[in-house]
């Protein structure tokens, strides 16, 4: 579904990636872990149209998107959580989100919950604060909104980019809840973490990224083997 290949990206005359490869079917939760600085936000700016590769190519769904822009990328049902979350700070939670439900209603694609109450008992913020201008809420809180816009957004691939950062052990919980069902839905997950324990329990299989290069894959299965080996741990993990 999703098909990165050899991609080389970068700020100005900085190489940040290098050489990168891999890729995400339907319903598989591929991880992406990797120390600070190694490159993995760079990596999603990528994938959402936000940074033009130097060199290489992403395909989605069969055809290539490298010189697509992000919107047309999201029309094809790639949908983001940024680290920035990029929502509409003066719009409410309930404008933003009905934004992107109208978007996913247009795209004729199927809803990733049959009932939204589904996904909003797993972020209770969404409920709590729904006429709040988003500029209002909290880190957390606004990460809650985002996770919430890019399922009503009824992607095909959902790519996140630290989905845990700033919440709560409980909202966390949550989260893998919500990734837990949303497999075997059609839908191809990409979650990057710093936290491999968490990624552990919900990716089928993953890679390890330092330094803007892939340097380890995880094999189906085999997130437990990862981290008992304390050699790779303790070279890219800081564990
Ligand atoms: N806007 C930017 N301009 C120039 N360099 C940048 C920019 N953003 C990131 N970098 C550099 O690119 C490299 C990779 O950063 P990136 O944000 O992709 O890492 P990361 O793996 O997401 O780290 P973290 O876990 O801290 O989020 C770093 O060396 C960083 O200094
Ligand atoms: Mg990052």
Redesign the pocket.
């Known amino acids: 579904m999703l098909e990165i290949e050899a991609v080389h990206a ?3 005359a ?1 190489p ?2 290098e050489a990168i490869g891999f890729h995400v079917e339907e319903d598989e939760v591929v991880g992406l872990v ?12 990528a994938l959402a149209g936000l940074l033009r590769p130097s060199a290489g190519a992403i395909r989605f769904a069969g055809h290539d998107v490298t010189a697509e822009p992000g919107h047309r990328r999201a029309g094809e049902g790639m949908a983001f959580v940024l ?1 920035n979350r990029a929502l509409f700070s003066e719009l409410t939670v309930r404008q933003n989100l009905a934004l992107a439900e109208r978007m996913g209603r247009r795209s004729g694609r199927l809803k990733c919950f049959s009932d939204d109450a589904e996904l909003f008992d797993l972020l209770p913020v969404v409920r709590e604060r729904i006429d709040t201008p988003v500029q209002l809420l909290s880190g957390g809180q606004q990460q809650m909104v985002a996770i919430a816009r890019a399922l009503l957004l009824r992607p095909r691939l959902l790519v996140m ?2 989905p845990s950062a700033g919440l709560a052990p409980l909202i966390v919980k949550h989260i893998l809840e919500l990734l837990h069902r949303l497999k075997g839905r059609g839908i191809g997950i990409l979650v ?1 973490e ?1 936290n491999v324990r968490l990624i552990a329990e919900v990716a089928d299989r993953g890679y390890v ?1 330092s330094l ?1 290069r892939l340097v380890h894959e995880v094999p189906r299965g085999a997130w437990r083997s990862l981290l008992e080996d304390e050699r790779l741990v303790h070279a890219y993990l800081g564990g």
Not at 34 to 45: E, Y
């Open positions: 970068g700020y100005g900085l940040v990636l990797g120390p600070n600085g190694a490159g993995k936000t760079t990596l999603v700016r680290d980019d630290e990057v710093q990224m803007g």
